[in-house]
C-alpha cells in the first residue's frame, strides 16, 4: 500500500517538474521503496539519472522531489500503515535487509524482513511452548 502511495506521489512530482518517463520512474521509485531503508535510494537513481540527461537543474529537482515523497512517508504514511505490524527493532531490520542483499541481491532484501518476523514469530512460540 505504501509503494502505491509513494509511487503515485512520486509520478505526480516527476510531471511537474517535467522529466521524461515519470510513470514508469515512479512506479520503479515506489517498487523500490519495498525495500526498507535503502529502497528510496535506489529507487531514486534511475530517476535522477534521467533527470541529469535533461539538465543539472532537473535533476536537483528530481532529488528535491524524491526527498520531500520520502519525508511525507516517513512521518505520516508509513507510521500509520505499517506501525508495530511487525514489532521488529530498526537495526534488525537493517541487518536483515543486509544480510539478504548480500546472500540474495535485490530478492534477498524484499524477503528477508518478513523472514526474520516470521523467525522471530516462531521463536517466539517456542519459548512460551517450553515455559
Known amino acids: 500500500m505504501t509503494a502505491l502511495i ?39 537513481v534511475p530517476a535522477v539519472a534521467v533527470a541529469l540527461i535533461q539538465s543539472p537543474v532537473k535533476a536537483l529537482w528530481t532529488i528535491i522531489v524524491f526527498t520531500i515523497v520520502q519525508q ?18 530498526p537495526v534488525t531490520t537493517i541487518l536483515a535487509v543486509l544480510a539478504g542483499g548480500e546472500f540474495l541481491g535485490i530478492t534477498g532484501m524484499l524477503v528477508a524482513v518478513p523472514i526474520v518476523a516470521i523467525l522471530k514469530v516462531i521463536a517466539k512460540r517456542l519459548v512460551e511452548a517450553i515455559v
Open 72 to 89: 511525507i512517508d516517513n512521518a505520516f504514511i508509513s507510521p500509520k500503515i505499517i506501525e508495530g505490524r511487525l514489532g521488529l527493532h
Open 6 to 44: 509513494v509511487s503515485t506521489m512520486e509520478v505526480i512530482g516527476l510531471f511537474i517538474i517535467k522529466v521524461k518517463y515519470p510513470i514508469i520512474l515512479g512506479i520503479v521509485g515506489g517498487i523500490a521503496n519495498i525495500i526498507p531503508y535503502f529502497g528510496p535510494i535506489i529507487g531514486a
